[in-house]
């Protein structure tokens, strides 16, 4: 049987006005804040699906930004289609105990031009977590690395059934 962090809510729907009554919203913030990884599951061209997890740093809630080389196949998937699916969850907790923040929305590689907020959102937390400070410079050419945005276009946890409920945050 699976532990639910919803016993007592009714079970909600995007089209229920309650939507955001209930714990929803403030599990999917501390999904987010707790996690350093999050999977990205891109497709290129064809279709052919293609999941990797990186570590982000957020803005709001509904821009998530990591770091990438341009040639890796997800940032290659993102020039020909920017529709992203994205997974942050918890793997430590036990079985039938976890819960996630399922994100769907568009990402693309930020222009040199467009990545100082972006930088500095990332930074600051990767410095939090023992990781090291960017520049604009270090994600700009010639660096081998690029700033990747993506912005979420819907979020959602699961109900105490295990359906997808649309949280707004």
Do not use: C
């Not at 006005?17 to 999050?38: F, H, K, Q, T, W």
């Not at 891109?42 to 770091?67: E, K, L, M, N």
């Not at 568009?106 to 100082?116: C, D, K, M, Q, S």
């Amino acid at each position: 049987m699976r532990m639910s962090l919803f016993a007592s809510s009714r079970l909600l729907t995007p089209d229920n006005p309650a939507m955001n009554e209930g714990r929803e919203p403030a599990l999917a913030r501390e999904i987010v804040d707790r996690s350093l990884y999050m999977v990205l599951a891109t497709a290129d061209a064809s279709g052919q699906p293609w999941a990797s997890p990186v570590y982000f740093a957020h803005r709001d809630y509904r821009d998530f930004f990591w770091i990438s080389q341009p040639d890796a196949t997800h940032s290659v998937n993102l020039r020909d289609r920017r529709e992203v699916g994205i997974v942050i969850f918890d793997s430590t907790v036990p079985v039938n105990t976890g819960q996630g923040a399922y994100i769907a929305g568009v990402a693309r590689e930020l222009p040199a031009h467009e990545t100082g907020e972006g930088v500095e959102i990332f930074s600051k937390r990767s410095a939090g977590h023992g990781g090291e400070e960017l520049t604009v410079e270090d994600v700009s050419p010639p660096a081998r690395h690029r700033l990747y945005q993506a912005t979420a276009e819907a979020i959602y946890v699961l109900d105490e059934h295990d359906h997808r409920v649309e949280v707004r945050l």
